[in-house]
């Protein structure tokens, strides 16, 4: 059983930092790669951050310059250092992985409130 276990989140001020970080944990034979997504209510869920098992990350445009995504391949674990943080940025976070055991497939984390107050 493959899971992914979040960590951070929570509730800042404008301007403020937060980190989350995702482990994946189970019986695997690799990830290719990690990501970030978040969703508000009554829309769909948006890319934040992706990086590669080489550490090649990219971000979306809303993001760039504020959060830095990070991998340790020796913990199976993402991160996302989260600095100047706006309400708009208020989201349920997810972490998202692929993983193969016989396959490359996807697998999503159970989500993580941020909350950035004006």
């Known amino acids: 059983q493959v899971q992914l276990v979040e960590s951070g989140g929570g509730l800042v001020q404008a301007g403020g930092s937060l980190n989350l970080s995702c482990a994946a944990s189970g019986s695997f034979v690799a990830i290719s790669n990690m990501a970030w997504y978040r969703q508000v209510p009554g829309k769909s869920r948006e890319r934040v951050a992706h990086?590669?098992?080489?550490?090649?990350?990219n971000y979306a445009d809303s993001v760039k310059g504020r959060f830095t995504i990070s991998i340790d391949n020796a913990k199976n674990t993402v991160y996302l250092q989260m600095h100047n943080l706006q309400p708009e940025d208020t989201a349920v976070y997810y972490c998202f992985a692929n993983i193969r055991i016989n396959t490359f497939d996807p697998y999503w984390g159970q989500g993580t409130q941020v909350t950035v107050s004006a």
């Open positions: 990086i590669t098992h080489a550490g090649t990350p």
